[in-house]
């Protein structure tokens, strides 16, 4: 009994010996010193640690309930709020809570370096310090730490290489570095046999060479994350061996040959992204571009395999022809082969595939007629537009999609776990929300040559029965549909939040069937412009209290504008340009208070243009030029604020021409043979760009005779190139030298010297002759022309025929005004501000702008790649 009591007082005594003493009140004053670090604690959340009281009851302290020694210090920052955040630095000092195990103080605002005494912390099994603004290189000490199973530095600042014993090498399962400006290989470790790594994301870096061969060792391996760097070469056959890979994303890189057949080997591999388009925004709102050009296709038994889940490799230079034998164990969900060089037609075994619910075919080679066993109504995105397909569409029938579509899909991970799931998700965008959490559909046949009757479409029970209403948009313009316009499009069309829909540039005939309004009130968007409609707008417009977008323009319609559109409040587009509409504008249209657009040019109105158009405050876009119109332009316009164009041309307008609060186009006002003289255009009233839009009519006006004139000085060229490159590459690479650069480049369109007419631009180019050809693009051709002696400008004339990709044009035309070609001499100090220019050193200011101009030579062979750019840019740095 005596020997029992001696035990009990041994063990309850034993936390108070000298020696834990010491070491507890050693952790006492670490922790205190890790607070004096702290710069700003807003929320008081380390209020409790001061010295009167047990370090072990402060806010976000673990001990360890025997010894007293500090095991965890967790203070998790608030991703989307400021006020919960800490911000200071990690002191070396960490380094004396030895028996510490984890180190998490995520998304907070800590910055400074990681100190190198964090590698002395043996027991340490967690680190997690993502979120923050730590800088300077990782240290080496950390891959000493044989204890470390998690290491989480994602999102901050950190540059350097990683240290080469840390990929592959101790205990380590969970390596997340990604989002830093980090450079050099991947490097794995030679030594170990990487049997513990589970997780390796690298996202959004600077690195480069080739992707190691060594990691098909690491056969644990569940998610490889790659994407977003400047890796080169093939990727490896060995990757291949990784038996437990689930998760493989290689985009956004300069990545080249086949794709190895050796990943079908991986048998639990369910996601694989090779390439990716979106427009990803890192911490610090930098774009990524792709840069991945395969050779061939994807290997067929990689399409086949039955684990495969997820495929997105869009514009990834793929091509050949689809598989035709699909069979039921086809487990695909999403594919999207977009935007490659796919050929042959659409093989009905897809339709095999009863899981897919994302399917995007868009901008490939396709031909041949759309298989009717594709469960297009299961689908929340189907795309197959820009091809070459042809036929009828088959009615799409109600469809009983069972548990395949997206929604069930989006709710329940179990084909994937959950860790692996939330990195595919992130990385891939393919999940489409609106504001109110509900869903959007999206089913694209446009620009095909689809004939015949439009069908009735529907969508997937499942989608139907959800809880959130789904939002559908269906694209059918640009095709040859020849039939009359259908009474009703959309099956269950009440069920939706929204519809939107686009029959453009088609050969639809008839008059509207009031049905088709009256059907389907959820109508939010109605496109049937350059078609064959004729007769006077359906009655049942005015029900449609959700319509926003409303656009006849160029067909045959008739009758008076129905003054009840004035009751849709929502309604912000109005294209009925280029029809047969009579009678006199409704005053009613003033109380449209969210109207930015109303277009009723080049039809038979007559009457005078109603004040009340004034109370349309949004209104940004008036066109009323070739009518019949009369009396004066009402004075209050002047007191529109966003109106930006208006055009009256071609009318019967008497009076004055009010104060405007735009730039004036005399142009708008021709042709009124009563009307008053055009005021000074050097006005006083506050400028506004233009509203971009999709109306064709609109776009016809920035047209001179078929041809698109991209203006742009010497000087602005060069200086838009210099833009281009900061911004594209080191605005995500954040060298801070390159930063500054940046925020003082400005890019502009220059205004020309003289009138810029056709005629003065075939002058110029001396008839579009060979000896100004500059360069050809997918377009057209970009010559050489100066307008007046010492004024040169790039001129892009537009091949006949191409108007169906006016958008890659515009975007083509915009890029020539970034670039300044050798033939474009120009005077480089100029091309800074003298602040800038006199800072210097003028070699490198200059280094970097023939770097650009290098860029954008047109001959790959010349141009310099993307590995040789990076290395010349640091050399500048």
């Known amino acids: 009994m005596k020997t029992l009591i001696c035990l009990l007082l041994f063990c309850f005594t034993l936390p108070f010996s000298p020696t834990d003493a010491y070491y507890f009140s050693s952790d006492s004053a670490s922790l205190l010193s890790f607070k004096n670090s702290v710069s700003r604690d807003p929320s008081n959340l380390l209020a409790s640690w001061n010295s009167t009281t047990d370090h072990c009851t402060w806010f976000g302290v673990t001990c360890d309930r025997f010894t007293g020694r500090v095991t965890g210090l967790a203070l998790v920052g608030a991703v989307t709020s400021s006020s919960n955040v800490i911000a200071g630095t990690l002191p070396a000092s960490i380094s004396e809570l030895a028996e510490l195990r984890t180190l998490s103080i995520p998304h907070n605002v800590f910055s400074g370096q990681i100190p190198a005494s964090i590698g002395e912390l043996r027991f340490l099994e967690v680190v997690e310090l993502q979120g923050n603004n730590f800088s300077g290189e990782i240290p080496y000490e950390i891959s000493k730490l044989e204890a470390l199973r998690v290491l989480n530095l994602s999102f901050n600042s950190l540059s350097g290489e990683v240290p080469r014993r840390v990929i592959g090498g101790g205990n380590l399962s969970v390596i997340e570095l990604s989002n830093n400006q980090l450079a050099g290989g991947v490097v794995i470790d030679s030594v170990s046999k ?21 990691i098909g060792k690491c056969r644990n391996l569940r998610t490889l994350m790659l994407d977003g760097n400047v890796l080169e070469g093939p990727i490896p056959a060995e990757i291949g061996r990784i038996s437990e890979l689930r998760v493989l994303d290689v985009s956004r890189n300069s990545l080249t040959d086949r794709i190895p057949i050796e990943l079908a080997n991986c048998r639990k591999l369910s996601v694989v992204a090779l390439t990716n388009l979106n427009e990803v925004n890192d911490n610090n709102g930098s774009l990524k571009g792709e840069f991945n050009a395969f050779d061939g296709g994807v290997p067929y038994e990689l399409l086949m395999s039955s684990s495969l889940q997820i495929l997105w490799a869009p514009r990834g230079n793929l091509g050949g022809r689809l598989p035709d034998n699909w069979n039921d164990s086809c487990s695909l969900r999403v594919l999207n082969l977009g935007q490659n060089g796919f050929n042959g037609v659409l093989p009905k075994s897809l339709g095999n595939c009863k899981n897919l619910t994302y399917l995007d075919l868009s901008l490939n080679n396709l031909v041949g007629y759309l298989p009717m066993q594709l469960r297009v109504p299961c689908m929340m995105y189907f795309n197959v537009s820009q091809n070459n397909i042809t036929g009828v569409l088959t009615r799409h029938e109600d469809a009983n999609c069972g548990s395949s579509s997206l929604i069930s899909f989006g709710d329940d991970f179990s084909f994937l776990d959950l860790e692996d799931v939330q ?10 929300s609106t504001s109110n959490k509900s869903f959007v559909i999206i089913h694209d046949f446009s620009s095909n040559r689809f004939s015949g009757t439009l069908p009735l479409f529907a969508l997937g029970d499942e989608f139907m029965a959800s809880k959130s209403k789904p939002v559908y948009r269906l694209l059918l313009n640009n095709n040859m549909f020849n039939e009359s316009l259908p009474g009703e499009l959309v099956s269950n069309c009440s069920d939706l939040l929204s519809l939107s829909v686009n029959l453009s540039a088609n050969q639809l005939s008839g008059m509207i069937d009031k049905g088709l309004f009256l059907n389907c009130l959820t109508l939010m968007e109605f496109e049937a412009a350059n078609n064959q409609i004729g007769g006077p707008i359906a009655s049942g417009v005015d029900k449609l209290m959700k319509l926003q977008r409303l656009d006849l323009s160029g067909n045959r319609v008739s009758g008076s504008l129905p003054y009840q559109l004035g009751k849709l409040k929502f309604l912000k587009w109005i294209f009925l340009g280029g029809n047969n509409i009579t009678g006199e504008i409704p005053s009613e249209f003033g109380k449209l208070s969210s109207l930015t657009v109303l ?31 009369s009396g004066e332009i009402p004075s209050s316009f002047s007191t529109l604020l966003s109106l930006a ?60 005779k078929s041809f698109i004139i991209a203006v742009v000085t010497s000087a602005s060229a060069v200086l838009c190139i210099a833009s281009v490159i900061v911004f594209v590459i080191f605005r995500r690479r954040r060298f801070r030298r390159l930063a500054s650069l940046r925020g003082k480049v400005v890019v502009t369109f220059a205004e020309t010297p003289t009138e810029l007419t056709y005629d003065n631009v075939v002058r110029a180019t001396g008839n579009f002759s060979i000896g100004n050809l500059i360069g050809t693009g997918g377009f057209g051709s970009t010559y050489k022309a100066e307008l007046v002696p010492g004024y040169l400008v790039a001129v892009k004339k537009l091949y006949l025929g191409r108007f169906q990709g006016i958008q890659q044009f515009d975007a083509e035309i915009r890029t020539l005004g970034r670039i300044r070609h050798k033939n474009l001499e120009g005077r480089s100090s100029e091309l800074f501000s003298p602040a800038l220019w006199e800072a210097g050193p003028k070699e490198n200011l200059l280094g970097m702008l023939r770097l650009a101009t290098g860029c954008t030579v047109e001959t790959l062979s010349v141009r310099p790649s993307v590995k040789q750019v990076l290395e010349k840019l640091k050399q500048l740095k």
């Open 423 to 432: 990195i595919a998700y992130a990385n891939i965008p393919f999940w489409v």
């Open 645 to 704: 164009i208006l055009d009256i041309s071609f009318n019967n307008l008497s009076g004055r021409i009010p104060h405007l609060h735009h730039q004036i186009d005399c142009n708008s006002f021709n042709e009124n043979k009563y009307l008053g003289p055009c005021p000074d255009t050097n006005s006083t009233g506050p400028e506004k760009n233009p509203v971009q839009l999709s109306h064709d009519r609109l776009q016809s006006r920035k047209r001179l």
């Open 599 to 629: 277009d009723l040019s080049h039809n038979v109105l007559t009457g005078s243009i109603p004040a009340s158009l004034s109370n349309a405050t949004a209104l940004e876009t008036l066109l009323l030029d070739h009518n019949q119109l």
């Open 194 to 214: 990487c049997e513990f790594l589970e997780h390796l994301k690298l996202s959004n870096n600077f690195l480069t060479e080739n992707i190691p061969k060594e």
